[in-house]
């Protein structure tokens, strides 16, 4: 079965507020509960074709939000009021801003979590295993706090949590001068100063796994695990004793990969059946290696890893004049063609839909964006909360400004989802015709996905054969073929199942008349097929159209 995931904010997701502001407090623009992921909601995310559901920011985290118990965190140390959700506080808690009675908190994700096991979806969180906040603090196992034995004159110590600033001077932060830390802490992303600027990551601290990235020397050497490495597997534990299936695993390049193959092959042998995903990039000048991160954490035994590269070349078709011939390059390495996470939206990322971004088309490039993105590979689909319906992300929110993403560090509402979520009946009552039409296209996209030929089959690209067919998508004042039009073959000769997929990426251009070529090398890699062309009358702007060959020696028949 083909992995698809769907990504729900929590904080987000379920929240009804119309009337909120930018900058406003929980009381003034609301926060989605655990309680608001309702039995229904969960169906229609199952119906919609999703097999996992990544429940986002449900860590306790630093927040500039007071409870009894536990008091708001330093203004200082805070991006944006409701804070980041990747400044985990305590990695044994939830966050109580998602609960409606606070002191039962982890009571009501436990509850979340079967209501998601019922409705025959696994649930995935996220593992953040490079940075926690400097307010980092257990109340439910303070005896595994981080830093509490730590070496404060050492910068590096194997058993070390965090890394250590010479002197005694307080950090010079963005926000302003902080003195919290007795012995400052170097900052997430490696931003080893006393005074990092506004892009680095100063809400968070870095943990050390036994690795001095200055100098790219690794102190351990197999005889014992780091004191950090073993703090990170309880955590793993913990949560999977809770009935968690799986990790999404936050920069997971930058954390020694000796450890990843440690900790995963300690998680498998709690359950075979945990499910990790790894955020990485491979350009990253922050990776522990110097080899191929990306395999490397694949080898490592992560089930599927984030390929960036996908995102960024069909972004390109719309924001730097790349042509669909560029995407071929997606096909070059075989290994990760079918490893790989695609995603056309994440909290990390811009919307589809914002008119700053994707040339401004909006939500109606969605369909060909997506269809190419996850039919390309058998590799794991991702999509986040508000991309079936068009969300924008428009206007200022917060502490993230008008950026084209929906805020992560403020308290909003999804004004579009909340038309599908209409009060919590998550009918999608209020929803545009348009809105509608676009919520089913993914639907049916996402539930064809789970045929053999895109679960489990290969791929054969077709642009490159028809570079030179004059039929095949040519627009006006063009000498070669495959600008906006893309095609290619998934066959699993298992079942002998095959589909022929075609995709206009143009956002206004219709194309008429089309004669696809299969070259003799893509006929025999069918199993033999007869047909030496095809022909389509016509393909509107934006359109995936989907052809399936159930025996691939008769004529293709439109699905």
């Known amino acids: 079965m083909k992995t698809t995931i769907y990504q729900l904010f929590v904080r987000h997701f379920g929240n009804l507020k119309t009337s909120g502001r930018e900058n406003g407090n929980i009381e003034r623009n609301g926060c989605g509960k655990f309680a608001d992921i309702t039995d229904k909601a969960l169906l229609e995310i199952k119906k919609l074709g999703f097999t996992h559901v990544w429940l986002t920011g449900i860590l306790e985290h630093a927040s500039g939000t007071a409870y009894s118990n536990r008091p708001a965190d330093n203004?200082?140390?805070?991006?944006?009021?409701?804070?980041?959700?990747?400044?985990?506080?305590?990695?044994?808690?939830?966050?109580?801003?998602?609960?409606?009675?606070?002191?039962?908190?982890?009571?009501?994700?436990?509850?979340?979590?079967?209501?998601?096991?019922?409705?025959?979806?696994?649930?995935?969180?996220?593992?953040?295993?490079?940075?926690?906040?400097?307010?980092?603090?257990?109340?439910?196992?303070?005896?595994?706090?981080?830093?509490?034995?730590?070496?404060?004159?050492?910068?590096?110590?194997?058993?070390?949590?965090?890394?250590?600033?010479?002197?005694?001077?307080?950090?010079?932060?963005?926000?302003?001068?902080?003195?919290?830390?007795?012995?400052?802490?170097?900052?997430?992303?490696?931003?080893?100063t006393h005074t990092p600027s506004k892009d680095d990551w100063y809400e968070t601290v870095k943990l050390n796994y036994g690795f001095d990235f200055t100098k790219g020397e690794k102190l351990f050497n197999g005889e014992k695990e780091p004191k950090t490495w073993n703090m990170m597997d309880s955590i793993l534990a913990y949560w999977q004793e809770?009935?968690?299936?799986?990790?999404?695993?936050?920069?997971?390049?930058?954390?020694?990969?000796?450890?990843?193959?440690?900790?995963?092959?300690?998680?498998?042998?709690?359950?075979?059946?945990?499910?990790?995903?790894?955020?990485?990039?491979?350009?990253?000048?922050?990776?522990?290696?110097?080899?191929?991160?990306?395999?490397?954490?694949?080898?490592?035994g992560f089930d599927e890893i984030y390929d960036s590269r996908s995102y960024d070349l069909v972004k390109g078709l719309y924001e730097q004049g790349k042509w669909a011939n560029d995407l071929d390059e997606i096909l070059w390495d075989s290994n990760r063609l079918h490893s790989m996470t695609r995603y056309a939206e994440n909290h990390d990322e811009v919307r589809i839909a914002s008119p700053k971004h994707w040339g401004g088309h909006g939500s109606k490039i969605g369909p060909a964006v997506s269809g190419f993105l996850f039919g390309i590979g058998a590799g794991a689909c991702l999509f986040y909360n508000g991309q079936e319906v068009g969300e924008t992300a428009e206007g200022a929110k917060g502490y993230s400004g008008d950026d084209g993403k929906t805020s992560i560090f403020d308290y909003i509402a999804l004004p579009?989802?909340?038309?599908?979520?209409?009060?919590?009946?998550?009918?999608?009552?209020?929803?545009?015709?348009?809105?509608?039409?676009?919520?089913?296209?993914?639907?049916?996209?996402?539930?064809?996905?789970?045929?053999?030929?895109?679960?489990?089959?290969?791929?054969?690209?077709?642009?490159?054969?028809?570079?030179?067919?004059?039929?095949?998508?040519?627009?006006?004042?063009?000498?070669?073929?495959?600008?906006?039009?893309?095609?290619?073959?998934?066959?699993?000769?298992?079942?002998?199942?095959?589909?022929?997929?075609?995709?206009?990426?143009?956002?206004?251009?219709?194309?008429?008349?089309?004669?696809?070529?299969?070259?003799?090398?893509?006929?025999?890699?069918?199993?033999?097929?007869?047909?030496?062309?095809?022909?389509?009358?016509?393909?509107?702007?934006?359109?995936v159209m989907t052809y399936c060959m159930k025996q691939v020696k008769e004529e293709p028949q439109k699905k």
């Not at 790894?278 to 080899?291: F, I, R, S």
């Not at 079942?495 to 194309?511: C, G, K, S």
């Not at 030496?532 to 016509?538: A, G, N, P």
């Open 75 to 192: 203004p200082k140390i805070l991006k944006g009021i409701a804070g980041s959700p990747y400044a985990v506080k305590d990695y044994f808690d939830v966050s109580p801003d998602l609960a409606l009675d606070v002191d039962k908190r982890i009571d009501e994700f436990k509850y979340l979590l079967g209501r998601c096991h019922g409705a025959g979806l696994r649930v995935l969180i996220d593992f953040i295993p490079n940075h926690v906040a400097r307010s980092y603090e257990s109340d439910v196992r303070p005896y595994q706090s981080f830093g509490k034995d730590d070496d404060v004159k050492e910068f590096c110590g194997l058993d070390n949590n965090f890394y250590y600033l010479d002197g005694d001077k307080p950090l010079e932060l963005p926000s302003g001068i902080y003195n919290s830390e007795k012995h400052a802490l170097v900052t997430g992303n490696n931003a080893a």
């Open 242 to 300: 809770l009935g968690v299936d799986g990790f999404r695993c936050d920069m997971a390049h930058m954390v020694p990969i000796e450890f990843w193959k440690w900790a995963v092959d300690k998680a498998r042998d709690r359950f075979p059946h945990v499910y990790f995903l790894a955020e990485a990039y491979a350009g990253d000048p922050m990776k522990v290696t110097e080899g191929n991160v990306l395999n490397e954490l694949l080898d490592s």
């Open 416 to 543: 579009e989802l909340q038309k599908w979520v209409n009060g919590h009946n998550y009918d999608g009552k209020d929803l545009s015709e348009e809105q509608d039409d676009l919520r089913d296209w993914y639907r049916k996209w996402l539930n064809v996905m789970q045929e053999p030929a895109f679960s489990a089959g290969e791929t054969y690209g077709l642009n490159s054969f028809n570079k030179d067919n004059k039929h095949y998508g040519r627009l006006h004042g063009e000498n070669v073929s495959g600008h906006w039009l893309y095609g290619f073959l998934r066959y699993d000769k298992k079942t002998d199942q095959a589909y022929l997929v075609m995709i206009n990426f143009h956002p206004t251009e219709t194309m008429k008349d089309l004669d696809i070529w299969f070259s003799k090398d893509a006929r025999k890699w069918l199993g033999g097929f007869d047909y030496e062309s095809m022909q389509l009358e016509e393909l509107r702007p934006c359109e």
